[in-house]
């Protein structure tokens, strides 16, 4: 649905404004020298022009010795000019650098610090829109309008000064002209700042749904969805194209209205400055030198005017960033750390006193209460066990609750009533790096990342050898595979493994969890993906790596939880039966119904 342009201001420009300038002032020294360089710069073009009046009066009055040597002095202050814009353009270059470094650092950084519900209610292609389309407009901004700023400021400060020293009879038109162009200029800028900032948005929308779009493309053409993905995709354009023409069509005036205010100020001046020479008000030289500075006086504010629309843009896109990066980052007041235990053969709990539990993979739920949404619970009433060394499995419908289950468990989200308890530890006393450190998890859609098949491997453990890999491979049964891989474990790994099989996938994340080598396994439809052969094959590799650790498993295949502890039927957020299979059939519940359906339908 396209967006209509609501006419307000970015909502915090000052805040804006300031955090930028933060990260400028990091690199202040660089900065200061594009300053200094600027400024000579702008300074040695007005004096080059104020030099027309003695090189002309010279002329005029035919002193040739001091024509040279004025001609000589203006080529000399010219040369310092040009030196110092090619090195303040290459110091600003670096100095912008530095600022999108620091800025795209801290922006990551605080990414990784958010809770998973800030990933889950956004389109990934709008957070990458944050380091694309956002970042590029303050660079845009930092490497063009900086230093632009600056000696546009300073060419119309010293333009003026120099236009009264010349004649400050006719700098009266000057500057009733220069006050009607920044009348303009505000006005235009305030309606194209509101614009600025809906393009940015539209700009993220747009980038998400392409991104949704490229990575779906076999679902859509399995379902010949292609004109109706178009005709979306011509809606998002279409806010997109509106949101750029409202920002681009009153920045777009301000040069045409500059330039046509400076042509009657240039018309007004020459033929009053006219009069005055022919009076003997004014002489020759002064009159040459006061005509090129008028017409050079609507070049800054030109020049100011251009800039305006990457400041207006990266403005927007500063705020959007700053935004994602004022989102209040994870809470975790937990003070129960892991430790290697004291004869370092194991892992302790250790608590700030000083106490210690050992870390054995005890879970249980007591009276757990849980919503994603305030005031719509999920879970009712959850209460469960796990010792160590057990294998529990949940079962049910879709939408029943087993994965908000192990959501809970490794804190992804946190209780709204009762508790989650962990080796006698309430999960929330600690600390969520340190928890998670302690399980395992193997998602039903895999992920891999772009490297080689033993560094998506070791993902799961960071420092773990080549011989490590190689076992937690043969673990998952992965390791034949592998190996008949045109570079076996160095085989690189590209678009998310396109070029792998789904069970290949699933077995490479298995074995990633193989080699964490934690004392609680979540296996959240492990199995779902791999055909009936494949999961045999693994069926001795998985009963080995979960050999003597707490297992959650969430079952697709009721054949895969026969060998639990216990089975938990969940039916709308409630667990309805509970036991293990044999038991659960001589009820002759809802497992039961599911467990011979299932049969029924293969």
Not at 541 to 561: N, Y
């Amino acid at each position: 649905m396209a967006r209509q342009f609501s006419g307000k201001r970015p909502k915090d420009l000052r805040y804006t404004v300031g955090k930028l300038l933060s990260y400028m002032g990091r690199h202040k020294l660089l900065l200061l020298a594009v300053a200094v360089l600027v400024s000579i710069s702008a300074l040695a073009n007005l004096l080059g022009t104020y030099m027309i009046r003695p090189v002309v009066n010279d002329l005029v009055n035919g002193d040739l010795g001091a024509l040279v040597h004025g001609v000589v002095l203006t080529a000399c202050i010219y040369l310092v000019g040009a030196l110092c814009s090619l090195g303040y353009t290459q110091t600003m270059v670096k100095a912008a650098q530095k600022v999108l470094y620091d800025i795209r650092r801290d922006l990551f950084s605080h990414l990784q610090t958010l809770p998973l519900r800030f990933f889950d209610t956004r389109r990934h292609g709008d957070i990458m829109s944050y380091f694309t389309g956002d970042v590029d407009t303050i660079s845009d901004a930092l490497n063009n309008s900086f230093s632009m700023l600056i000696q546009s400021f300073i060419q119309v400060v010293g333009t003026l000064v120099i236009l009264f020293i010349l004649n400050w009879r006719l700098s009266m038109f000057v500057v009733v002209g220069y006050i009607t162009m920044f009348l303009y200029i505000r006005y235009s800028g305030k309606r194209s700042k509101a614009y600025y900032s809906v393009q940015q948005e539209s700009l993220g929308e747009l980038n998400g749904y392409i991104e949704e779009m490229v990575a779906g493309q076999k679902v859509v053409k399995v379902f010949n969805h292609e004109d109706k993905c178009l005709e979306d995709f011509r809606a998002r354009n279409e806010a997109l194209r509106k949101s750029g023409q409202g920002a681009q069509s009153y920045a777009a005036t301000m040069v045409p209205a500059v330039v046509t205010i400076s042509y009657i100020n240039y018309a007004i001046v020459a033929v009053f400055g006219g009069l005055l020479a022919l009076q003997g008000l004014a002489d020759v030289g002064a009159l040459a030198s006061y005509l090129v500075f008028v017409r050079q006086a609507a070049m800054p504010i030109n020049q100011f005017t251009q800039q305006s629309n990457f400041l207006l843009a990266a403005l927007a896109g500063a705020e959007r960033v700053f935004q994602a990066m004022n989102q209040p980052s994870e809470v975790d007041k937990g003070t129960v750390r892991l430790a290697r235990s004291e004869d370092g053969r194991g892992w302790d709990w250790l608590r700030e006193d000083g106490t210690r539990t050992p870390l054995k993979g005890d879970v249980r739920f007591e009276n757990v209460d849980f919503g994603y949404e305030p005031g719509q619970l999920i879970l009712h009433d959850i209460s469960l066990y796990a010792r160590p060394g057990q294998k529990i499995a949940f079962v049910g419908s879709t939408g029943a609750g087993k994965t908000t289950i192990t959501n809970l468990i490794n804190r992804f989200y946190d209780v709204q009533g009762g508790r989650v308890v962990y080796d006698g530890i309430d999960v929330r006393d600690i600390r969520k790096d340190d928890l998670r450190r302690s399980l395992g998890i193997v998602l039903q859609d895999t992920h891999l990342f772009s490297g080689t098949i033993a560094d998506n491997i070791r993902f799961g453990k960071l420092d773990a050898t080549q011989e490590e890999v190689e076992r937690a491979a043969r673990i998952a049964n992965a390791d034949s595979f592998i190996r008949r891989l045109p570079h076996g474990y160095d085989t690189m790994v590209t678009a998310d493994g396109a070029s792998l099989s789904q069970g290949q996938r699933q077995l490479l994340a298995i074995a990633r969890a193989a080699v964490a080598d934690p004392p609680v396994l979540i296996l959240d439809e492990a199995t779902s993906s791999i055909d009936t052969r494949t999961e045999a094959l693994i069926e001795k590799g998985m009963d080995g790596l979960m050999e003597g650790r707490t297992v959650f498993v969430i079952a697709h295949r009721l054949s895969t939880v026969r060998n639990a502890d216990a089975i938990m039927v969940l039916d709308h957020g409630r667990i309805v039966e509970r036991g293990d299979h044999e038991d659960l059939l001589r009820q002759k519940g809802m497992y039961y119904q599911l467990y011979h359906g299932m049969f029924e339908l293969s």
